[in-house]
Every structure is written in C-alpha cells, then in structure tokens.
C-alpha cells in the first residue's frame, strides 16, 4: 500500500514538469497543420487516364467505388481497317464514408487515374454527401501536389507523356468544336445579309419596275 497523498504528488510533479514546456497543440482551424505532400486526405480522378478497367473498383477491400460505363464502337483509324470498341465512363464514385484510405485503387491503377491529394476539409452534414462523384472527384485533381522535380537530365516519364496526349486531343476536340460552331454562326450570319440583300435587290427592282410601268 502507498504512501497517503503520494499519488497527489505525483500528479502534481507532473503538472509541474510540464507546465513550463511550449504547447505541440495545433490551433485548427485558425491554424491550418503543414502536412506532407502526399498527405492521405482525398483521392483524386484523372477521368482522361481511366479506361474503366474495374481494377480499383474489384481491389478496394470496402467495395465503395461505384463505376458505371457502356461500350461505344469506334470507327476503324484507317480505311478497311477493323472497327473497335471502347469503354465510355459514365459514373465513377467514391463514398469516403466507407473508405478507409488504404491507397489500394491507386496502387493498382494500371494507367495513373487516381491520386492522393493532402486536401482533409470535406466534412459533411448528410453522410449521402461523402459519395463525391466524378466532378467533385476532379476537383480535387486539381489540388493534388505537382510530383518532386525530375533530375534535369532524366528522361520524360512516360505518365507525362500520356496525360499531355490525352490533354492535347481533349483541347483539339474543343478546338474543332468551337471552329465548327464559329462557322456554323458565319454561314448562318451570311445568309441572313444574302436573305436582306436579296431582299432590297428585289424591292428596289419590283419598285422600279412598278414605277415605269406607271410613267408608261
Ligand atoms: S483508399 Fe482503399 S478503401 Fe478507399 S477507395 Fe481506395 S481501395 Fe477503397
Ligand atoms: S483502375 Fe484506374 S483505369 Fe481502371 S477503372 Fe480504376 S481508375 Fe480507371
């Protein structure tokens, strides 16, 4: 049995002790923590680089990756060659209520889709609202950290090189698009002065012509 008030002591050597030390607590929110990087806070969907292969989808020990898709022919690339089909997302979510942010999907995505973004502050009221669906999910794309700088001599690798290709013909698309819609309000502009022009030709034809016909 111990002494009578030791325990007293004791509590209080340890208030004592540490009441001199500087404080580790972090102020959040009007302090916001410097994490790491490639802090484990929200998982990012490079929706360019999915081929909605199910690889993440199958691998996630907490099955909370929805992915919706349908199948889509492409036309062959050159002439007599064989048409091809290609998988078309149409849904991909992730419910962070179940997540239990193993990094497992982004391990095993053969074709870099998804990354860590350090971003934490997604709390929600409703925990429906913790389903992020793929716009929210490429949002956070946008906070993912930009990987560590490349030796000045190290040779592209070849992740770059793919996500500029498919960057590249996602603006050309636009690009074609906005081309076409451009001629498009051009030809439509055009034919509406033809339409006035023809207009006031026949006008001022039809009054001369009536006006002659008058001073006959
Ligand atoms: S981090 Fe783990 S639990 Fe969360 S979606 Fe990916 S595989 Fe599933
Ligand atoms: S593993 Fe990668 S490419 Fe395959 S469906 Fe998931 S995100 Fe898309």
Redesign the pocket.
């Known amino acids: 049995m111990g002494i009578p008030g030791s325990g007293l002591a004791k509590g209080l050597a340890v208030t004592l002790r540490t009441m001199t030390r500087k404080s580790h607590t972090a102020q959040y929110p009007d302090a916001q923590p410097e994490l790491p990087p490639r802090t484990r806070g929200v998982?990012g969907l490079f929706e360019e680089n999915c081929t909605v292969c199910m690889l993440?989808a199958r691998?996630?020990?907490?099955w909370?990756?929805y992915i919706d898709s349908h199948k889509e022919t492409v036309p062959p690339a050159a002439p007599g060659g064989r048409e091809r089909s290609r998988n078309v997302l149409d849904r991909f979510a992730?419910d962070f209520a179940?997540?239990?942010?193993?990094?497992?999907?982004?391990e095993v995505c053969p074709f870099d889709a998804l990354f860590w973004s350090p971003e934490f502050e997604y709390a929600e009221e409703d925990i429906r609202d913790l389903t992020h669906e793929r716009d929210k999910l490429r949002e956070w794309m946008w906070t993912v950290p930009a990987p560590p700088a490349l030796d000045p001599r190290a040779e592209e690798p070849k992740e770059f090189a793919a996500a500029r290709k498919a960057a590249d013909k996602l603006a050309a698309a636009e690009a074609a698009q906005a081309a076409e819609a451009a001629q498009a309000e051009a030809e439509r502009g055009s034919a509406g002065t033809d339409g006035n022009e023809n207009g006031t030709e026949n006008g001022t034809e039809n009054g001369s012509e009536n006006g002659n016909g008058a001073a006959s």
């Not at 691998?59 to 907490?62: A, F, G, L, M, R």
């Not at 179940?98 to 982004?106: D, E, K, P, S, V």
């Open positions: 998982i993440c691998e996630c020990p907490d909370c990756i992730i179940l997540c239990m942010y193993c990094g497992i999907c982004i």
